[in-house]
């Protein structure tokens, strides 16, 4: 059985790298209303404002995780994948 959709709002600090996350439920018309809001309230050069539908918090850590790694994780990332990719 699959969950049901939720939404969460991912508002991402570029100068720190953190990143803020809000459960907003199921109801798609009030996340978009919230992401709006939220979009409108920030300073876009210093804040991304994201809006992801999935079914669980632990599914948009896995598909968005370079809002949720530091710097170090998000360099050894691309190094790998790099390495990964490269002829030999």
Do not use: C, W
């Not at 978009?32 to 300073?43: G, H, Q």
């Not at 190094?79 to 030999?88: D, F, G, R, Y």
């Amino acid at each position: 059985m699959t969950r049901a959709t939720s939404y969460f709002l991912l508002s991402f600090h570029a100068a720190d790298r953190s990143v803020d996350v809000q459960d907003l439920g199921p109801d798609e018309a009030a996340a978009a209303a919230a992401y709006s809001a939220l979009e409108r309230s920030v300073d876009s050069a210093t804040v991304e404002v994201v809006l992801v539908g999935a079914d669980s918090l632990e599914t948009v850590r896995k598909t968005h995780s370079h809002y949720f790694s530091g710097t170090q994780d998000l360099l050894a990332s691309v190094e790998k994948n790099l390495l990964a990719i490269s002829p030999a």
